[in-house]
T-cell receptor, first 112, second 112 residues
Framework: DAKTTQPPSMDCAEGRAANLPCNHSTISGNEYVYWYRQIHSQGPQYIIHGLKNNETNEMASLIITEDRKSSTLILPHATLRDTAVYYCIVRVAHTAGNKLTFGGGTRVLVKP | SQTIHQWPATLVQPVGSPLSLECTVEGTSNPNLYWYRQAAGRGLQLLFYSVGIGQISSEVPQNLSASRPQDRQFILSSKKLLLSDSGFYLC???????????FGQGTRLTVV
């Protein structure tokens, strides 16, 4: 699975959009981009995933560049409860050995 | 709906004692199952994953073992705990071949 690079930390203001970048320059054509977040002392929570097209759900939007070498997770209106570590993962979806390997993630602090 | 149960929530064990952590999943069949460990202030480390009964893949050499005696049961064990085994242990499941994984609430293990 391709490796990802994320900034170690970032702050954002409550009520504003939070844009979390992720670089995955070695991504291959059949690898998906997944995002998870982990609130302190809890298990990680799946947020969203995508292959090529931009995706949106009730939690966030995922913007993938045309060359697929980077992506951005957008939390449209950050709340204090969005404070968490956000993980970007790149992996092949349709394989039997479905390993999920987490990197260091981005520690996001939402400030009032 | 699918649920994952992991227990106990916290555990304090002396060095050299055995360990058994259990994880069960409800509402799905033939899931992929995972055990992760998170040391204090660190990222998630994949320890074991399983694609079926009796099929266990180990990611890192360590003092722990895993077993899957039933389709929706995953057990993490140790014969003799070390201080370095302390951490936050998370069980997760996913539908075969897909990347959305769902995590339990974790067990915080302290070896003293």
């Amino acid at each position: 699975d391709a490796k990802t690079t994320q900034p170690p930390s970032m702050d954002c203001a409550e009520g504003r959009a939070a844009n979390l970048p992720c670089n995955h320059s070695t991504i291959s054509g059949n690898e998906y981009v997944y995002w998870y977040r982990q609130i302190h002392s809890q298990g990680p929570q799946y947020i969203i995933h995508g292959l090529k097209n931009n995706e949106t759900n009730e939690m966030a939007s995922l913007i993938i560049t045309e060359d697929r070498k980077s992506s951005t997770l957008i939390l449209p209106h950050a709340t204090l409860r969005d404070t968490a570590v956000y993980y970007c993962i790149v992996r092949v979806a349709h394989t039997a050995g479905n390993k999920l390997t987490f990197g260091g993630g981005t520690r996001v602090l939402v400030k009032p | 709906s699918q649920t994952i149960h992991q227990w106990p929530a916290t555990l304090v064990q002396p060095v050299g004692s055995p360990l058994s952590l259990e994880c069960t999943v409800e509402g799905t069949s033939n899931p992929n199952l995972y055990w992760y460990r998170q040391a204090a202030g660190r990222g998630l480390q994949l320890l074991f994953y399983s694609v079926g009964i009796g099929q266990i893949s180990s990611e890192v050499p360590q003092n722990l073992s895993a077993s899957r005696p039933q389709d929706r049961q995953f057990i993490l064990s140790s014969k003799k705990l070390l201080l370095s085994d302390s951490g936050f242990y998370l069980c997760a499941w996913s539908v075969q071949a897909f990347g959305e994984a769902f995590f339990g609430q974790g067990t915080r293990l302290t070896v003293v």
